[in-house]
């Protein structure tokens, strides 16, 4: 059963809505997160191609009025960093035509994309981010049987739900497409083994600030080269670097980003993790439940067309929150914790950080089912209902 198409992402309200006042909506994320289902579902009257395809690539290389041609507007154009020089021509031709939602772009690579967007396009395209499913989306499929540990296993990839798929073996094939296609577009990659110890190296250091001289040491790489590699990791949705705040709070606060995976579950695969039990035991547990939660605050934004806002605070004196929402003028402390039993010390650095900051409340997110309120000023929300709570505080 194919349940990735009876689901609704929660981002389709944004794609119409820009659809509706842009000539252009380019969509960005990582392969397989459902960037051509979404735009394929949401507007199913467009043409369609795939520059992935040689021969279409071919021709959109060769003789772009040709292309367009064959694929007129409106249409979807998949994989639009394969050929970014139809930016041009799609900008004459939306100037010309002076019409909204006349092109959707897909493309799984930030690196120069969004740059050639805004340069060619600027006024006219709106940008879209889109993540692997939420919590909140596979709500709408039966998963009764899903736990904490099942979730950060299984990862949101739509393909290992819809096809059914082991995360193991599914991880496994996206490495290796990821590394065979992306990486040797996007690097001059002499030693592919060497670049796979990298990536499980990062694995290892999910939630942790990122310290490229004890990667170099680890690595024998330099510090530069690996600098590049994080860089390539970001903008194909690898990974994603957590920046601190550290805006009125003078030089004890650390100002390195902290590092997480777009995808739990190819985490999990890179840290041998081979199911369920075994997860419930690692001692990475608390940095993937972290990586998750944190992860679901990020598409719950980007699902809205927001920008992310969200930070982490970390100072010199060990005052700590493990995510920050930005509100206006107000900063959220969130704590989170993987335990599925609630301790009311975990809303310690909440009342830590509203002190610093002058903050009126917080929120707690940890590895149980119960949502509640804490002494008057603490949102407490088991992880499977975070959603519900971001909606709330947004």
């Not at 520059?51 to 690539?57: M, V």
């Not at 909204?100 to 930030?110: A, D, E, H, R, W």
């Not at 993937?288 to 982490?312: P, Q, T």
């Amino acid at each position: 059963m194919y349940i990735c198409c009876m689901i609704s992402r929660k981002i389709q309200s944004t794609l119409i809505e820009l659809s509706a006042t842009y000539p252009v909506v380019t969509i960005t994320g990582p392969r397989q997160s459902g960037k051509t289902t979404l735009a394929r579902m949401t507007f199913p009257s467009y043409s369609y191609c795939n520059l992935e395809h040689p021969d279409i690539r071919l021709l959109a290389q060769t003789d772009p009025k040709s292309f367009f041609k064959q694929y007129p507007s409106p249409v979807i154009i998949d994989e639009i960093q394969r050929v970014p020089e139809l930016l041009s021509y799609i900008q004459v031709h939306v100037d010309e035509k002076r019409q909204n939602g006349l092109y959707i772009l897909t493309g799984s690579q930030q690196l120069n994309l969004n740059a050639a967007i805004t340069q060619s396009l600027a006024g006219r395209a709106a940008l879209l981010t889109l993540l692997p499913f939420s919590i909140e989306e596979l709500m709408q499929y039966d998963l009764t049987d899903f736990s904490r540990d099942k979730y950060l296993h299984h990862g949101f990839m739509p393909r290992v739900y819809d096809q059914q798929q082991q995360p193991g073996m599914a991880y496994r094939n996206y490495l290796q497409t990821y590394v065979e296609r992306d990486i040797r577009q996007l690097i001059n990659l002499k030693d592919l083994a060497l670049f796979e110890k990298f990536l499980r190296l990062l694995a290892g250091r999910i939630g942790q600030i990122i310290n490229l001289n004890s990667l170099a040491n680890d690595t024998g790489v330099s510090a530069t080269t690996l600098s590049n590699w994080l860089s390539v990791l970001e903008a194909s949705y690898i990974i994603y670097r957590l920046n601190p705040y550290y805006e009125n709070f003078g030089k004890r606060v650390i100002k390195s980003p902290k590092l997480y995976f777009i995808e739990t579950g190819l985490a999990c695969y890179l840290l041998g993790i081979e199911d369920e039990k075994q997860l419930a035991r690692d001692p990475l547990l608390g940095n993937l439940f972290e990586n998750m939660v944190v992860m679901e605050a990020i598409k719950n934004r980007f699902n809205k067309g927001l920008d992310s806002n969200l930070y982490f605070f970390r100072d010199s004196n060990q005052n700590e929150v493990d995510l920050i929402l930005k509100r206006g003028s107000d900063l959220i402390p969130i704590e989170i914790k993987a335990s599925q039993s609630w301790n009311e010390r975990f809303a310690k650095n909440v009342h830590k950080f509203n002190r610093l900051s002058g903050g009126a409340m917080g929120c707690v997110v940890y590895g149980g089912d119960k949502c509640f309120r804490f002494e008057h000023t603490v949102e407490v929300s088991g992880f499977d209902s975070f959603w519900k709570l971001l909606g709330e505080i947004n």
